[in-house]
């Protein structure tokens, strides 16, 4: 049945998937970049359809606003330029696109198998939200905060070391090579 | 249990002395080597002189364990299949016991001064002990399993010392011949063991003979204890060297003169009657299978005799004559007289032994001369050892009262007289009895008796083509030292009075408990009637004997120039015989030939080539082929690789959506 | 409102495209981005179940999720300027070192 929710639902899920297409259509990959960072704003608002507003907040701040900047960066750095065509491998388009598509159909089966027109059912939340103050909507900060530091501890902490190692990795991968051989011991010092 | 009497001391000590000798003797000095060899072979006949001395403490048949520690014995326990390291001792077993540790030590002794200038004089020492272990555990074992083993190794030993000279071609040759033929025999032997253990559930001699007991005689046709008892003959045709297995015992003769007088004369080649005798309880309710023994001893007898007459080789003369007198104790076995053919083995032990070392003292003193035609006259120069070969060649000759006459009448008497017997067999036994009288005396006219022929021994001590190592250097033939001629005095007394046992039946009744009561106690009932055919048929063959000695006589001594134009008018007839009739020419074409070419064409052309080794390299082929096509997939491409990805995911997916359904 | 099957229908949607341009693009980074895209169909999946099982796990792992993206792409980012300093392509096929 028509509601305000399906709308939205339709507006949001046809620009992102306008974006998606834009995305394998474009030449230039800053277009692709700037097709993907519209997909990414759309999914956002899919995110807050769907009562996660921690998580759509965190869409836009860390996916669209630094890891697509970071790829305009880059292409800006590098100069990239429209894609030349070139006859790369016969095997990633007569067996990956079957297999893609393959792939799709196996979900799509599956999905319309198990599909009603149930909605999103409202309901009691599986979480304990004893520490949650009584008007907290799920999804929000103030409810995802307390599992983050409670249940998942754990993956929060090895996570910001997969961060730090992160860091580390891109300074020395990106960083430019010494123009000479470092100096061995007993080098650099004339006789 | 009755008191022990450590038995297995008595194979035992020689295989500590064998092993002593193997690994420390080539360092050692011949004195050192010697005194091992004969300590440890003389402490096994000493051992087997206690055991007689103390045999009426014991209740035969005795049975014992290895070290008379069941445990220790253990050898095989599967299911309800037992065999074990044990010994049994009876009359029969004793008998063979005296005689291989007795004959077998005399030999020892002899070989101390045989050997001594050869090289290899430590191996040879070793290999003699080795083998009197082996034959110990052959003649005391208390299942046919165990026996097998001796059978084998006594075999084994037999390669070792026929190929002694193993530099020599024809020595090598003539090992691998004797092997090859005992293991022809060896297979009928092991077919004949198979029937037992499936039919009788053991081979344990005491199990086995009770379980045979309540069997009726076979007389309705052949059944399965007569399949056994031929398959049991075949592998005795092939360790006694009966037709048509005997062609190995004339080749080995290439081997030293004590190894064929050991092994070649006294034991191991008797150890196929022993085997005969022993399983006499299934011989006996299989009359087929008596008969065919029976044929097989009495035309090897005839046969071996036959060839015996023409050979020159002073050796090879002995050799026929081995294999004929085995047929003599094969004759006795299969017309039901196992006690005559034990008591022909034993007085056969002791004046073969006498002849072949007596011959070895000949070659020795012609510094290695083996053909007669070049020797002669040598009574004035060795008239001790002309005098042992006179006591021995009498005594296989028949001629009482030396030893051979008791027991080659006693078998002549029973072929006659038995059950089983028929006189056919007795009068081929007369006939053969004749030709053995002639070709001994004829051996011994013309090695001893006319004029010396022979090339004047040169400094070196090689005559024309020395046969064997054992020349000094002398002018002239000379008489062997004590320490050869010693064993030869003893043997010929034990072929002077050796067969007075046998007097008024005495070894058949010691023998008796063994062999039961048989076909002899039919002719025990019809003795009296019996007695004067007995005399009878001993008169001929005193008489044939003599006439034999007659001919001899006539031939070679006092007409010399006759054989030849005998040999002459007979022709073509004379080469067969000279040359063996053929047979192992025969056996060449027949077997030997399609063998090897089968094997070539087929084996390894065929399948070693063909099947095997292009299974492989064409395994290795296919593995490239396949790796080449598949290398194509590592391209580099990193397109190709994300294809690949997207396909290999959506087969997961379709496999758990697969799971998820099911 | 709106039934689970559409939300993973969209996701599905947005996952084929990014496989697709993963498969057909031949500059790097696109690759990269397409592989982004798939991240972003996942996610929304894993919202969506949130939703409709009540559990907020759910969300709490594309936190995750974004976490790791944004390291992967920083590393990957690297690499490809890496790979370009030497190459100086960005073309896919051209980078061809990995074969035997």
């Known amino acids: 049945m028509i509601s305000v929710h399906l709308i939205l639902f339709l507006m949001f899920g046809a620009i992102a998937v306008a974006g998606a297409v834009n995305l394998l259509v474009q030449r230039h990959p800053i277009n692709s970049a700037l097709s993907l960072i519209a997909v990414m704003a759309a999914l956002a608002g899919e995110y807050l359809l769907l009562g996660a507003e921690f998580v759509a907040a965190v869409q836009v701040i860390v996916y669209a606003g630094a890891i697509m900047v970071l790829f305009v960066f880059t292409i800006m750095l590098l100069n990239a330029g429209e894609e030349e065509r070139t006859k790369g491998s016969r095997v990633a388009f007569l067996v990956g696109i079957p297999g893609m598509l393959l792939g799709s159909l196996l979900v799509a089966w599956v999905v319309l198998r198990h599909s009603g027109t149930e909605a999103v059912a409202a309901g009691g939340w599986t979480e304990s939200l004893a520490n949650v103050p009584a008007r907290a909507v799920p999804g929000s900060p103030e409810t995802i905060g307390p599992l983050l530091f409670h249940e998942f501890l754990l993956p929060f902490e090895i996570t910001s070391i997969l961060i730090l190692i992160a860091i580390m990795g891109a300074v020395v991968l990106a960083s430019k090579p010494p123009s000479s051989p470092p100096l061995g011991p007993g080098q650099g010092v004339k006789n | ?662 | 409102m709106v039934p689970l099957s559409y939300y993973l229908a969209l996701s599905g949607i947005l996952f084929a495209c990014g496989v697709t341009g993963f498969l057909i693009k031949r500059n790097i980074i696109t690759i990269f981005m397409s592989i982004e895209l798939m991240l972003n169909g996942v996610n929304l999946s894993f919202v969506a179940f949130a939703a409709h099982w009540h559990t907020l796990a759910g969300q709490v792992f594309v936190f995750f999720v974004m976490v790791v993206a944004a390291a992967e792409a920083a590393v990957g980012l690297a690499i490809i300027i890496a790979v370009y300093r030497t190459r100086e392509t960005l073309n896919v096929d051209q980078v061809n070192l990995l074969k035997l």
Not at chain 2, 342 to 348: Q, V
Not at chain 2, 607 to 633: F, Q
């Open chain 2, 1 to 662: 249990m009755t008191e022990t009497l450590n038995l297995w001391l008595i194979p035992v000590l020689p295989l500590a002395g064998a092993a002593i000798n193997g690994f420390l003797g080539k360092k050692s000095s011949r004195t050192a080597v010697s005194t091992i060899a004969l300590v440890f072979s003389g402490a096994a006949f000493a051992w087997a002189l206690t055991v007689a001395w103390r045999l009426s403490s014991v209740t035969l048949p005795h049975q014992e364990f290895f070290v008379n520690n069941e445990r220790l014995a253990h050898w095989i326990r599967s299911g309800s299949f037992s065999a074990d390291f044990a010994f049994y001792l009876d009359q029969l077993s004793l008998v063979m016991l005296l005689v291989v540790t007795g004959v077998g030590f005399l030999i020892h002794i002899y070989s101390v001064g045989y050997m001594w200038e050869d090289a290899g004089y430590y191996r040879f020492f070793s290999y003699l002990n080795l083998f009197m272990f082996f034959m110990l555990t052959l003649v005391l074992a208390n299942n046919y399993l165990l026996m097998f083993i001796g059978w084998e190794g006594v075999g084994l030993a037999s390669y070792l010392l026929i190929g002694f000279w193993f530099t020599k071609d024809s020595a090598a040759s003539a090992g691998k011949k004797a092997f090859i033929v005992n293991r022809i025999g060896d297979f009928g032997f092991l077919i004949g063991l198979f029937l037992i253990i499936q039919r009788f559930g053991s081979l344990n001699f005491t199990e086995v003979f009770s379980k045979v007991q309540p069997y009726a005689a076979e007389t309705a046709g052949a059944g399965l204890l007569t399949a056994i008892g031929i398959l049991l003959m075949v592998g005795a045709c092939g360790k006694s060297a009966q037709i048509p297995l005997y062609v190995w015992l004339p080749d080995a003769m290439e081997g030293p003169t004590p190894v064929s007088a050991l092994i070649h004369a006294a034991t191991m080649v008797t150890a196929g009657v022993y085997m005969v005798a022993r399983s006499h309880v299934i011989f006996e309710r299989a009359p087929i299978a008596l008969t065919v023994v029976a044929i097989i001893g009495t035309l090897t007898a005839l046969f071996a005799a036959t060839i015996g007459i023409t050979q020159t080789d002073i050796k090879k003369v002995l050799a026929y004559s081995t294999v004929s007198q085995l047929g003599y104790m094969f004759m006795a076995c299969g017309v039901g007289a196992f006690s005559a053919g034990i008591f022909h083995l034993m007085t056969h032990a002791f004046f073969k032994g006498l002849l072949f070392l007596g011959a070895g003292s000949v070659i020795h003193a012609v510094g290695g001369e083996q053909d007669m035609r070049k020797m002669g006259g040598l009574r004035s120069y060795i008239p001790w050892t002309t005098a042992v070969m006179g006591v021995a060649t009498l005594a296989i000759a028949g001629i009482p009262p030396f030893a051979g006459f008791w027991s080659k009448d006693e078998i002549l008497w029973k072929a006659f007289s038995s059950e089983h017997g028929s006189w056919i067999f007795w009068l081929i036994g007369v006939i053969t009895a004749f030709i053995t009288s002639f070709y001994m005396f004829r051996l011994l006219f013309m090695t001893f008796a006319g004029d010396y022929r022979g090339a004047k021994v040169d400094e070196h001590g090689h005559a024309s083509h020395g046969h064997g190592h054992d020349g000094h250097g002398h002018g002239e033939p000379h008489e062997s030292p004590a320490v050869m001629l010693i064993p030869l005095m003893i043997l010929a007394v034990l072929s002077i009075f050796g067969g007075l046992v046998g007097i008024g039946n005495g070894f058949e009744h010691f023998l008796a408990p063994v062999f039961g009561t048989g076909p002899e106690a039919a002719t025990a009932a019809g003795e009296p009637a019996g007695r004067g055919t007995e005399f009878l048929l001993m008169g001929v063959s005193i008489l044939v004997a003599l006439s034999g000695a007659v001919l001899a006589w006539i031939l070679y001594v006092s007409s010399p120039y006759l054989p030849k134009k005998i040999a002459a008018s007979l022709g073509s007839f004379y080469d067969a015989v000279l040359n063996k009739y053929y047979v192992d020419e025969i056996y060449a074409k027949l077997f030997v030939k399609p063998l090897v070419d089968g094997s070539t064409s087929i084996l390894w052309q065929g399948v070693d080539r063909k099947v095997i080794d292009d299974t492989v390299n064409n395994a290795a082929d296919g593995a490239r082929h396949v790796s080449d096509e598949v290398r194509h997939m590592q391209s580099g491409n990193l397109r190709s690789y994300a294809g690949w990805i997207a396909a290999g995911a959506a087969v997961v997916i379709a496999y758990m959506i697969w799971l998820g359904v099911r």
